[in-house]
Each structure stands twice: as C-alpha cells, then as structure tokens.
C-alpha cells in the first residue's frame, strides 16, 4: 500500500471518529442530561412552556441544599398579569398569564425571602421570574415582591414566598404539583397555601380593596341590587336584567366558610326558580366578572353591591 493511500485511510478514520463523537454529543443534549452545575430543562414535557419532567431529588420534593451558584437554568418567561383560578379542592390559587398553577416550597422562607430550590430542583420547579408579574383585582400588589437568587436573577415572591412552576402541568388548571414531597403546595392569593379552607356554597373571599366579601361556590363575587327589597319580598332584577345579572344558586348551610348561617335563606322568584338570599336580600353574581377577587361590577349604576360576611352590602368603590 502506497504512502499516499496509508494516510488518506487514516485521515478518514479520524474523520469518522469526530462525526461520532460530535453526533453522541448531540444525542445526550437532546435527551435532557443535565447535572447540578449545569442544569438544563429537560424539555420532554407537553406544558406551554416547554419545560419537562424530572424523575430526581426536585420530583420527590426538591433540595435543600440552598442556591448554591452554578449557571442558572434556561430563563423562564414572564408570569405577565397573575389570575385567581378557582379550583374545586383548593379555592382560589394563583396562577399566571396562561392559567399556569404557581407554587410555593415549605424549604423556602418568607421573612426573609430566600429560595432553596436549585440545581434538580429548579429543573422540575422552573422558577418564575419577578420581571413582568403584575397583580389582578383579587391579589393585593403590595403581596408581590421579588427575592435575588445566587445567580443574579430576580425571582416574584407571593407574600414574600418564592414562587415556581411545575414540569408536570401541562395546562391551565393544572395543579399536579399540590402536595409533592409533602413540601410543595399551590399559592393563595396572600402568599400562604392553598387548599387550608375548602370552597363552600357560599364563602368568605378577603378582597384587597373591599375587606371581606361573599363569594359563591365558584369563586365569583355576589352583589345585592338596590331594586329588591328583603320585607316584603321584592325583585326589581328581571327579564333583560337577568342576562347581566345571574340569580346566585342556592346553599346547603352545612357547605358554608366564614358566614353564619342563620344568614343564608332560599327565595322563590316570580318565575318559580329558587335565588340564594343572604340576610334576606336575594343574591347575584355579575357576567362581567371573569374570575375570584374580580368586583367589576361593584357601584354599578349605583345600585349594586357586594355583600360582607355580616350580609350587608358594601359600598366602598374601588
């Protein structure tokens, strides 16, 4: 064999054994490998976000070991304006611009505001950033607040506890991260876990600008109407009205959260169907509000008003 040929042979061979290298590279990044000090998404999840599931220490409930530095995981997007999405176990939990469960991890603290989840952890538990968060009607801004990690991000704080999401929630609604590890719980609207009062018939929701008010079993504000009267009997809603303004169904007393109830009565309306009543005044909830903590239709024409959880109405404007 000619020298000419020996060392065209070998050149190939080199040739071919960087294209497999190169190519197992590529195959490992693509599948998600990642370690602590280099922590990547997995980016095998079918969530909005992109972001994948993992089977190490953040699934079981995250680490401990505090943000420790290392390169921080691929930047989350923004929460844009948060929302109440009322769940049927837990109530009201906050979530993001997309629907998206937000969380909170016991191994955090509040006061003052530090994570714990890193490396894995913030894999699992991609870490929503304070840039952008802005607070809905049923959220006090002032719970909002931010907390800088090691690697120099800033992350939104809820009542001062770091908030995250969960690989596993693949849509809105989702909320697969609630009791993971014994450690993780959705947030409420003030920061604290979700889940701690039950959704009743009829509750107390603690509205930012109007104190406590009543709520139905679907989290929606209910307003009293200045047309009705409680003695006697009187319904001024009707007919048109009632495309806007929906009769609230009525209560079992034994589903109740916050209000007594000697307060909660059933009426007949004048077409047969039955109105939940507190303090004898008949209940509505309003089509123009889109979700808990939403009052849009508070003062409306100035005859419609939420009701507090002593059944009068409230005529604070926001």
């Known amino acids: 064999m000619s020298t000419r040929r020996r060392a065209g042979l070998a050149a190939a061979a080199v040739a071919t054994l960087a294209l497999t290298a190169a190519c197992g590279s590529s195959t490992e990044q693509s599948a998600g490998t990642a370690t602590a000090d280099n922590v990547q998404p997995a980016g095998q999840g079918t969530s909005d976000y992109g972001y994948g599931s993992s089977g190490g220490a953040g699934g079981a409930g995250g680490q401990a070991g505090g943000d420790t530095g290392g390169k921080a995981p691929q930047a989350a997007p923004s929460a844009g304006k948060l929302a109440l999405h009322q769940d049927t176990e837990l109530g009201p939990v ?68 770091p908030a995250y999401r969960y690989a596993k929630d693949t849509k809105p609604g989702d909320t697969k991260g609630q009791g993971v590890g014994g450690t993780w719980n959705a947030l409420a609207a003030d920061g604290k876990k979700a889940g701690a009062q039950k959704p009743g018939d009829v ?12 709520v139905d079993g679907m989290g929606r504000t209910l307003y009293r109407f200045n047309k009705d009267s409680a ?52 209940v509505y909830w309003f089509t123009g509000d889109k979700q808990p903590g939403d009052i849009n239709g508070q003062g409306k024409m100035g005859l419609w008003f939420a009701v507090s959880k002593e059944g009068k109405k409230i005529t604070t404007t926001p």
Do not use: E
């Open 94 to 161: 906050v979530t993001d611009a997309k629907g998206m469960t937000l969380y909170r991890f016991d191994k955090d603290t509040a006061d003052p505001s530090k994570s714990n989840c890193s490396g894995s952890c913030a894999t699992t538990w991609p870490v929503v950033p304070a840039d952008g968060a802005t607070a809905p009607a049923g959220i006090d801004k002032s719970k909002l607040g931010s907390v800088t990690r090691a690697d120099g991000t800033k992350q939104l704080t809820v009542g001062g506890w």
């Open 231 to 282: 003695w006697p009997m009187k319904f001024g809603c009707n007919d048109a009205c009632l495309d806007t303004w929906k009769p609230a169904k009525p209560a079992d007393r034994s589903k109740l959260n916050g209000i007594a109830p000697k307060l909660i009565s059933t009426v007949t309306r004048p077409d047969g169907t039955r109105q939940l009543a507190v303090d004898c005044w008949p």
């Open 203 to 214: 509750s107390v929701f603690d509205h930012p600008q109007l104190g406590s008010i009543l």
